[in-house]
C-alpha cells in the first residue's frame, strides 16, 4: 500500500498530532486506536493490512490517527473536569482538522472505525457528525465514559457520552444518526459484552437502525477477531 506519515502543530491541542495515511483514492475510513494507543496501533494490529487490496485497488483510503487519553479520561493526576476538558479539545482537533483534512482530499463520506477505547472515539465522532461520517465500525467498544470521571459529571462529560446523549437526542438529531451505518460487534464473553448489547439495543430503541454481532463462544476483544472482521463489514 502506498503509506503516508505526517503531522502537524494542533491549535486545539497545542501539540503536534502525528498521522499515517494509506492509499490516495476511494472510500475514507477513519482509524482510532485502542486506549491510549498510538497511531501506528492498527497497522502493528493488521487491520489496516487486512484492507491492503482495497486500498490498491482504489475502492478505500485509511488514515490512523493519534489519541490523548493518557492526557484526558485517563489521566488521574488532574481533576475529571479537566480530563473532560481535554478530550473536548481532542474533539476539536478531529472535527475542525482531521475531517476536514480528510474530506479535501477524499471528498468525505467517511468510515469511523476502531476497537475498545477506539470504538467509544468512533462511535462517539458518528454521534457528533452525522452525515459527515456515514458508517461507524465498532468493535468491543465501551460508550459511556462514566467509569473515568470518579462520580463527577457534567455538560461535557454528558455531551461525549454516546450512550447518555443519544438516549435524550430529539426526533432531528435522532433523524440525523440514521444517515450513519451503525455495526457493533464483539465476542460473547468480552467483559464489555454487556455495554456493547446496551448500545446496539438502544439505538434500534430509537429507531436508529443498527447491525450487531455478537460472536458465540469466544472473547472477541482483541486483535485477531477485529482483523478477520474488518474485510466483511467494509
Same mark, same amino acid.
Given at each position: 500500500?502506498?503509506?503516508?506519515?505526517?503531522?502537524?502543530?494542533?491549535?486545539?491541542?497545542?501539540?503536534?498530532?502525528?498521522?499515517?495515511w494509506?492509499?490516495?483514492?476511494g472510500?475514507?475510513?477513519?482509524?482510532?486506536p485502542?486506549?491510549?494507543?498510538?497511531?501506528?496501533?492498527?497497522?502493528?494490529?493488521?487491520?489496516?493490512? +487486512?484492507? @491492503?487490496?482495497?486500498? %490498491? &485497488?482504489?475502492?478505500?483510503? =485509511?488514515?490512523?490517527v493519534?489519541?490523548?487519553? /493518557?492526557?484526558?479520561?485517563?489521566?488521574?493526576?488532574?481533576?475529571?473536569?479537566?480530563?473532560?476538558?481535554?478530550?473536548?479539545?481532542?474533539?476539536?482537533?478531529?472535527?475542525?482538522?482531521?475531517?476536514p483534512?480528510?474530506?479535501?482530499?477524499?471528498?468525505?463520506?467517511?468510515?469511523?472505525?476502531?476497537?475498545?477505547?477506539?470504538a467509544?472515539?468512533?462511535?462517539?465522532?458518528?454521534?457528533?457528525?452525522?452525515?459527515?461520517?456515514?458508517?461507524?465500525?465498532?468493535?468491543?467498544?465501551?460508550?459511556?465514559v462514566g467509569?473515568?470521571?470518579?462520580?463527577?459529571?457534567?455538560?461535557?462529560?454528558?455531551?461525549?457520552?454516546?450512550?447518555? +446523549?443519544? @438516549?435524550?437526542?430529539? %426526533? &432531528?438529531?435522532?433523524?440525523? =444518526?440514521?444517515?450513519?451505518?451503525?455495526?457493533? /460487534?464483539?465476542?460473547?464473553?468480552?467483559?464489555?459484552?454487556?455495554?456493547?448489547?446496551a448500545?446496539?439495543?438502544?439505538?434500534?430503541?430509537?429507531?436508529?437502525?443498527?447491525?450487531?454481532?455478537?460472536?458465540?463462544?469466544?472473547?472477541?476483544?482483541?486483535?485477531?477477531?477485529?482483523?478477520?472482521?474488518?474485510?466483511?463489514?467494509?
Amino acid at each position: 500500500m502506498k503509506r503516508e506519515y505526517g503531522s502537524w502543530h494542533s491549535p486545539a491541542l497545542g501539540r503536534s498530532m502525528e498521522y499515517l495515511w494509506f492509499g490516495d483514492r476511494g472510500r475514507p475510513v477513519l482509524f482510532f486506536p485502542t486506549s491510549m494507543g498510538r497511531f501506528f496501533q492498527n497497522e502493528d494490529g493488521g487491520l489496516t493490512g +487486512a484492507l @491492503a487490496d482495497k486500498v %490498491d &485497488a482504489g475502492h478505500l483510503q =485509511l488514515v490512523c490517527v493519534d489519541s490523548v487519553d /493518557a492526557e484526558s479520561w485517563y489521566d488521574t493526576s488532574v481533576h475529571p473536569r479537566d480530563r473532560a476538558r481535554r478530550h473536548d479539545q481532542y474533539d476539536r482537533y478531529l472535527r475542525e482538522e482531521m475531517v476536514p483534512r480528510i474530506c479535501d482530499r477524499s471528498g468525505g463520506n467517511i468510515v469511523v472505525c476502531g476497537a475498545s477505547f477506539g470504538a467509544y472515539h468512533a462511535a462517539n465522532l458518528a454521534a457528533r457528525i452525522p452525515g459527515t461520517v456515514t458508517k461507524a465500525i465498532l468493535f468491543s467498544g465501551l460508550y459511556h465514559v462514566g467509569r473515568y470521571l470518579d462520580g463527577y459529571w457534567d455538560d461535557l462529560c454528558y455531551f461525549h457520552s454516546p450512550q447518555a +446523549a443519544i @438516549a435524550n437526542m430529539d %426526533d &432531528a438529531w435522532i433523524q440525523r =444518526l440514521r444517515m450513519v451505518e451503525w455495526i457493533v /460487534a464483539t465476542g460473547e464473553h468480552d467483559t464489555l459484552i454487556a455495554e456493547n448489547r446496551a448500545f446496539a439495543e438502544l439505538l434500534w430503541r430509537k429507531g436508529i437502525p443498527a447491525h450487531a454481532e455478537f460472536w458465540p463462544g469466544v472473547f472477541g476483544h482483541d486483535w485477531p477477531f477485529w482483523r478477520d472482521s474488518i474485510r466483511r463489514f467494509i
